[in-house]
Nanobody, 117 residues
Framework: VQLQASGGGLVQAGGSLRLSCWAP???????????MAWYRQAPGKQRELVAQ???????NYVDSVKGRFTISRDNSRKTVTLQMNNLKPDDTAVYFC?????????WGQGTLVTVSS
């Protein structure tokens, strides 16, 4: 599925941002069976999994964002969102959305989140 990410920007520490990932060309029945996730890659670091939500709605988070980030999906709108609260400078990275189903593995274009101290 083709993915379009949006919502990044510059925010001060303690602030909030909401990232969205939309699959404009997917049909509802296809999108709904994909496991969706947000990854991030900070400068000089490897890409890491931040949050994931399965096709059945199960959620997992990396320890560093637990209690601050919330992932959700709206299958009718073919959208997955990442609500990020109490942002920290260490959250600065390019964030990528991902969709997996079987051997299908799709990535969005990335959106930059910069958190100033």
């Amino acid at each position: 599925v083709q993915l379009q990410a949006s919502g990044g920007g510059l925010v001060q520490a303690g602030g909030s941002l909401r990232l969205s990932c939309w699959a404009p060309r997917a049909i509802f029945s296809v999108f709904s069976v994909h496991d969706m996730a947000w990854y991030r890659q900070a400068p000089g670091k490897q890409r890491e999994l931040v949050a994931q939500i399965s096709a059945t709605g199960n959620r997992n988070y990396v320890d560093s964002v637990k209690g601050r980030f919330t992932i959700s999906r709206d299958n009718s709108r073919k959208t997955v969102t990442l609500q990020m609260n109490n942002l920290k400078p260490d959250d600065t990275a390019v964030y990528f959305c991902n969709a997996k189903e079987g051997s299908s593995d799709s990535w969005g274009q990335g959106t930059l989140v910069t958190v100033s101290s």
